[in-house]
């Protein structure tokens, strides 16, 4: 009986050091369950159902909450996934429709202003890749004390 209260423990360590969004927290719900169920008497066939199906209750209730619902990473913006956006670049000249060509980490690259902004020589930028092209905005000036 006392196993299934160090497997919920074990299973709460776990949460803690990984992090694992509430997966690892539901697993030590279930087997604390296991464990009550234990000490109520009830045979060991019992006591598995108990805990999965707490286990299992709990991932389906966070998941119609939308507590776990998977989130969406738009890799052209997120500078976890590409290390190019925040990047810095000089675009001195601009050509029709918002593009340039500018040179950026030893590269020629195609650029592209990002909408909203007007074209103007300067330094940008790089708010998000899209295949070869990077999309930009203008720099904003930092004050000096």
């Keep these: 009986m006392w196993i299934w209260f160090g497997l919920a423990v ?24 296991g464990g009550l169920a234990a000490l109520a008497g009830l045979n060991i066939e019992a006591q598995l159902l108990i805990c999965c199906g707490i286990a299992l209750a709990g991932l389906f ?3 119609r ?12 913006r997120n500078a976890d996934v590409n ?14 429709g918002g593009t340039a060509r ?13 909408p909203g902004y007007s074209p103007q020589s300067g330094e940008f930028v790089i708010t998000a890749v899209r ?3 990077l999309i930009v905005a203008p720099r ?3 004050a000096r004390s």
């Design 102 to 114: 500018a040179q950026y980490r030893g590269a020629s690259w195609q650029v592209e202003l990002a």
């Design 10 to 33: 074990l299973a709460l360590i776990g949460e803690i050091a990984n992090g694992t969004t509430f997966y690892l927290l539901l697993v030590a719900v279930g087997l604390a369950a």
């Design 61 to 63: 209730i966070l998941r």
């Design 140 to 142: 904003p000036l930092v």
């Design 83 to 96: 290390l190019d956006i925040g990047g810095v670049l000089r675009v001195d000249a601009w050509e029709a």
């Design 65 to 76: 909450t939308g507590v776990l619902k998977k989130r969406e990473v738009d890799a052209a």
């Design 131 to 133: 295949g070869s092209s």
